[in-house]
């Protein structure tokens, strides 16, 4: 599965004045008309555990230029700078810079094996403009070339 380019994301929740939260690259859409996302997390994550005590929490999509975020947030560090993230208007954080900002709402949490299926509703989306996915594959972090439209 290495070879399959992914983007990049962190999904973060805002928890006793920290931001607790993980990099992931397991963000697939579930449905558009109720919209829903799905991502898995591993059963002992500290990120799991925030999100079933939270009440909303975000996911932000990558920009190009945010690979040292994607590898501070795939660290065990517990504890993460407050400082590159802004409150939204329904409480949850948007990560600056970010490509794509969700406000979610776990809805289901299926556990296979050692991890658990998180589909998530999502309550606001926020895109900026101009920016450029990070990609992730074969366990290195590039970006997205566009090609020119063909007829």
Excluded at 99 to 124: K, M, N, P, W
Aim: charge should be neutral; include cysteine.
């Amino acid at each position: 599965m290495s070879c399959v380019p992914n983007s990049v994301s962190i999904v973060a929740a805002f928890v006793q004045g920290q931001v607790v939260g993980c990099t992931i690259s397991s963000l697939v859409s579930v449905d558009v008309v109720t919209p829903k996302v799905l991502f898995v997390l591993k059963n002992d994550s500290s990120t799991l555990k925030a999100l079933s005590g939270a009440s909303i929490f975000s996911i932000s999509v990558l920009a190009e230029n945010q690979g040292d975020i994607a590898l501070m947030f795939s660290s065990a560090s517990k504890e993460h700078p407050l400082d590159t993230w802004s409150f939204k208007e329904d409480g949850s954080l948007g990560l600056n810079g970010s490509l794509v900002h969700f406000s979610c709402r776990v809805e289901d949490l299926y556990t296979q094996g050692s991890a658990s299926i998180v589909i998530a509703r999502v309550i606001y989306q926020g895109i900026s403009h101009g920016l450029k996915p990070l990609v992730y594959r074969l366990r290195s972090f590039g970006s997205y070339i566009e090609s020119e439209k063909q007829n």
